[in-house]
């Protein structure tokens, strides 16, 4: 039989005479070389028993992508910085299942917690245990229902709704939850409302979809509907933060990024967007074990 390249968790468990649970410690503390792929733990054999010689030091710092959900000043700032990262924005939850599983490096969150009031931090916790992960505060955004340009004035309250076209945004999405959440509190639920069947994965597709007439609202951002000139109905102030894999956060490529974001082309791009608040940029939320 061949030898395997790469070898499961309970093989090197075997190989150092440690238990399963010793292994997993060292990955989280980035003292062996590992990789994850679609969420499983392997460990290359070479790396390894290079690395147990003590012939080599490999880097197993998380991949250079941003999950989760899409800001547009963030997403501009990606791409204005140079800084190299990659992105994949398809939901706060979506975001914190792949940085969980090693698919992502960052992920950007904004998942009201009704209990608390809070955002993103009950999440963040619960879903990331030991693993070395920070929260910091990207920025406070006006969230709220981005409505075609005639009905500006018409649409007010969850009430006008009806009979209205609504573009909805995936399950997973933070403004999902939030919409879902003030559309209860108005006595109201997603059956009371007339759907279309395409899903808006972006904040940049919940805008299109109305500018483009396929919709009349969608839940989405002040600077989405700025973008696309259409009307806008405030409902709350959320903050939008980055849970970011420790070692990621020192590593150039976001480096480059918060530098980039201290910037006076950021903060004019954050006033030229609307709706920002970037007062906190960087503010550390929480820091995981």
């Known amino acids: 039989m061949t030898t395997p390249e790469f070898l499961t968790t309970k093989e090197v468990a075997g190989m150092l005479r440690v238990k399963e649970r010793k292994v997993y410690d060292m ?4 003292g062996i070389p590992h990789r994850r792929i679609t969420g499983k733990l392997l460990f290359p054999r070479a790396e390894l028993e290079a690395w147990l010689s003590g012939k080599a030091v490999t880097s197993t710092s998380a991949p250079n992508v941003i999950a989760g959900s899409h ?5 501009w700032a990606i791409r204005q910085s140079g800084s190299g990262l990659a992105t994949l924005f398809d939901g706060s939850m979506d975001g914190i299942d792949r940085l969980v599983s090693g698919d992502a490096g960052a992920a950007g969150m904004h998942v009201y917690e009704p209990e608390t009031g809070d955002w993103n931090l009950g999440v963040v916790k619960d879903r990331v245990g030991a693993a070395p992960v920070v ?9 709220g229902l981005i409505v075609a340009p005639d009905l500006a004035g018409v649409i007010s309250r969850f009430a006008d709704l009806a009979g209205r076209r609504v573009a909805m945004r995936q399950d997973k999405a933070g403004a999902a939850v939030l919409f879902n959440h ?10 009371d409302l007339r759907i279309i069947p395409e899903i808006a994965r972006t904040e940049t597709e919940a805008a299109a979809a109305i500018a483009a007439g396929q919709a009349d609202v969608a839940p989405g ?17 959320e903050r939008f933060d980055l849970a970011i894999e420790r070692r990621l956060w020192f ?3 976001f480096q480059q990024l918060l530098a980039f974001a201290q910037s006076q082309k950021f903060s004019a791009k954050a006033v030229e967007l609307g709706g920002y608040d970037i007062s906190q940029i960087g503010r550390v939320v929480w820091n995981g074990p």
């Open 182 to 191: 003030l559309l209860g509190k108005a006595g109201f639920s997603s059956d």
């Open 135 to 143: 929260l910091i505060e990207w920025a406070k955004r006006q969230q």
């Open 221 to 237: 951002l002040e600077a989405a509907a700025r973008q696309f000139g259409l009307g806008f109905v405030p409902t709350m102030i």
């Open 251 to 253: 590593e150039a490529p």
């Open 27 to 30: 990955v989280a503390e980035g």
């Open 71 to 75: 800001d547009p000043l963030l997403d």
